[in-house]
């Protein structure tokens, strides 16, 4: 039958402790929270009933949608609808391509990531631009 | 014992979770992030949008309402419903919640957390259901 | 007594089909094929034994206790991690492939090679660990350990597992890498870590701690499904996963 053997070098590599992980962990996991009990409401409304003109004329006016993303609660909101949930997805594409067998781990961890942190630093950017405006 | 002289298969295939209904809806499951991604970089053109002034918020929110965007953005909110009804069956094995030294039964957690989802909405209803 | 009884007992002829693998006779596995008697209450134990003892005395694979505890005759059933004792042929219509149990390499027939398991079983030290032992005949020696009613319900799920190693050829993370400590040890892990009388946490972490530790699973949770003793260990790898990040917390402001 078809059996590798690993040298023993590279189980060495494998003792390393995983600093990082739990980082990682607890931030796809808040974003799974955001996922699961946010997204379906900002989905519905944002995505859905206001494109098809199913919410009433004024309720996101460009006047009203700006007063309400450049404020301190909408930070907390693309904190909680775009931050997290990023995070999250980041998390699930990196084991997903793992699963897959796509890639290397080592550099797909970095990519996935690095553009969840960026996209996140660019939303929270333009809501404080915003408010500076 | 001498860690390297221990058999060790071949990696699995990447087509496993073919072979099973289970390991299918782990990966549909996984996969809910697809169109969840795709939202969020609508939100993220939509802000960039309003930055911008009116003229350029009404021609997003036209962008919004084409079919194709419509479709994947109606996706995107079953795959969040899909997500949570198996996230949130998660949660109490993962952290089992205790009050007064007696642990909550796990329905209660569960509809605790559909509870959360009706109130996030309501939220919303309220917030945008009046001009 | 009722007759009702005897007559659902009824003998039918079923077919199975198991995976042989000679490597003294042929290289490759190939499947075989086997029809045999059974009634309402054949195991596919039993059914192998009446292979063995009626049929093919060649055949071979692992069993003792045929009442699930020992966790030797665990085997692929349609391609499902079952106990070949508490699999019965009477829920099967159809068609029945029984496999080595997968993941694992093959050493003759249903028999694997599950050296790799009792590795990572033994790296995580499943025992107590006290740090403050004291010696035989001390009397200045603590009282026997006590342990109230809600301390043992904190592990007493998790300590139900019995190394039958379904839940390894359940999970694709050790199918992908075999590396990953896995279910079970992760398992027994976090239930001598729930253990009031243990103090081998700390030892314990820097194993779990690892990328090859509770961070490869994915909670894809087929290792629960198939468990015979309902452990969960799904539950316990996540909540490891919990345990863990604290850890890391603590040692992170302790620098």
């Known amino acids: 039958m078809n ?20 980082l990682w962990w607890g931030l796809f996991s808040a974003g799974g929270v955001c996922f699961a009990v946010i997204m ?94 | 014992m001498d860690k390297s002289t221990l058999q060790r298969l071949p ?41 911008q002034g009116p003229d350029s918020w009404q021609g997003w929110v036209a962008f919004m309402g084409a079919p194709i965007v419509l479709l994947l953005n109606l996706l995107a909110l079953i795959a969040s419903l899909f997500h949570a009804a198996t996230f949130f069956v998660l949660f109490p094995r993962v952290m089992p919640l205790r009050i007064a030294g007696r642990s909550l039964p796990d329905q209660a957690i569960v509809a605790g957390q559909w509870a959360g989802v009706l109130v996030v909405a309501l939220l919303f209803l309220w917030l945008f259901g009046r001009a | 007594m009722s007759t009702d009884h005897l007559q659902t007992n009824h003998f039918q002829t079923k077919h199975i089909s198991v995976k042989r693998y000679l490597p003294d006779s042929s290289a490759e596995p190939y499947w075989q094929q086997y029809e045999l008697p059974v009634d309402d209450s054949t195991s596919l134990l039993d059914a192998l034994n009446h292979i063995k003892e009626q049929l093919d005395s060649t055949l071979s694979y692992r069993w003792s206790c045929r009442m699930a505890i020992c966790g030797s005759c665990g085997v692929m059933v349609n391609g499902i991690p079952k106990l070949g004792c508490k699999t019965f042929l009477r829920d099967y219509e159809g068609e029945i492939r029984i496999e080595p149990l997968s993941h694992f390499p093959v050493q003759r027939d249903l028999v694997v090679d599950m050296e790799i398991f009792l590795e990572h079983l033994a790296a995580v030290k499943p025992y107590l660990i006290d740090d403050n032992p004291v010696k035989p005949y001390d009397p200045k ?52 870590n729930l253990d009031s009388r243990d103090h081998g946490t700390k030892q314990r972490m820097t194993e779990l701690n690892r990328h090859e530790g509770v961070w490869s699973c994915t909670f894809v949770g087929f290792c629960s499904k198939v468990c015979p003793k309902h452990v969960d260990p799904a539950a316990a790898v996540n909540q490891s996963k919990v345990e863990s990040a604290k850890h890391t917390l603590i040692a992170l402001f302790k620098g």
């Open chain 2, 11 to 51: 990696p699995l295939k990447r087509t496993w979770w073919l072979k099973h209904r289970f390991f299918k809806l782990y990966m549909v499951r996984e996969a809910t992030v697809l169109p969840l991604v795709f939202f969020i970089l609508c939100l993220l053109a939509g802000m960039i949008s309003l930055l």
């Open chain 1, 40 to 133: 379906p409401a900002v989905i519905l409304f944002i995505a859905v009933l206001l494109p098809l003109g199913l919410l009433p004329a004024e309720a996101l006016s460009y006047e009203r949608a700006s007063g309400l993303l450049f404020s301190i609660p909408g930070l907390l909101f693309i904190g909680a609808a775009v931050c997290l949930p990023l995070f999250h997805a980041a998390h699930r594409l990196r084991h997903g391509l793992f699963d897959l067998s796509l890639g290397n781990d080592t550099l797909n961890k970095k990519v996935m990531y690095g553009l969840a942190a960026l996209l996140s630093l660019l939303a929270l950017g333009m809501v404080v631009a915003g408010m500076l405006n």
């Open chain 3, 141 to 192: 020696a603590p009282e026997t350990y006590q342990q109230s009613p809600e301390q043992l319900a904190r592990y007493k799920q998790f300590a139900n597992c019995i190394n039958c190693g379904l839940c390894y050829s359940a999970c694709p993370q050790f199918g992908l890498n075999p590396e990953f400590l896995g279910p079970a040890a992760l398992t027994l892990a976090h239930r001598y």
């Open chain 1, 3 to 22: 059996v590798n053997k690993p040298s023993v070098s590279q189980h060495d590599a494998h003792r390393r402790q995983a600093y990082d992980e739990p």
